[in-house]
């Protein structure tokens, strides 16, 4: 009885199933990388796509109730006088218009107010309808004729970028609120109103 030759090619199969094995491992970790990456860039979109309605939603309401846009306006000063996330609703400071177009700027405050802060959505006992972080300032720019106005809402992005003021030095809304506001989102849109009270 003879013993059959070995065969010297025996496991090279298990060699290559283990190099594939490791090479599709390494495909699926940068596949999850991506998806990672997609995920933050969409999360970014929708809370820019978010910030832009609720700059619409204020410029709306200022220009429904004209007589007394300067209740609207609040300048912040360092960031320290905004709407929305750990702020409380600003009110009409001023004596303009009768008191029951003051008391509807109050209500359309509060109203944007609470839209800042996510209550429009609620997950248990959390509000979690708006942006992370989000606050909203309308400023009144009286150098020019007719007066500006400028409605900014700023928010906390996911990733570091580049601060707001060092492109447009009057994006101001809530400055100092996001750490070295590398991660402060603006978005503005100013508006002439002619002055009606004058």
Wanted: glycine share 10%.
């Amino acid at each position: 009885m003879g013993t059959a030759p070995m065969d010297k090619s025996r496991g090279f199969t298990l060699i290559e199933v283990l190099i594939s094995m490791l090479i599709m491992a390494i495909g699926l970790l940068g596949l999850a990388g991506m998806q990672a990456v997609a995920q933050r860039a969409e999360v970014e979109s929708y809370q820019r796509a978010q910030a832009l309605v609720l700059v619409q939603d204020m410029v709306d309401r200022v220009n429904a109730n004209r007589k007394v846009a300067g209740c609207y306006a609040f300048t912040p000063t360092a960031g320290s006088l905004y709407a929305g996330t750990g702020a409380t609703a600003p009110t009409c400071a001023g004596a303009f218009g009768t008191a029951q177009q003051r008391a509807q700027a109050d209500a359309d405050m509060l109203a944007w107010h609470n839209l800042l802060t996510g209550a429009a959505e609620a997950l248990g006992a959390n509000q979690v309808g708006a942006m992370v972080g989000a606050r909203g300032c309308v400023i009144l720019d009286t150098t020019v004729a007719p007066n500006v106005y400028r409605v900014q809402v700023a928010w906390q992005g996911m990733t570091p970028t580049v601060n707001p003021t060092s492109i447009d030095a009057k994006l101001t809304c809530a400055t100092g609120q996001y750490g070295t506001d590398l991660q402060r989102r603006v978005i503005s849109q100013s508006f002439p109103m002619a002055c009606l009270n004058c």
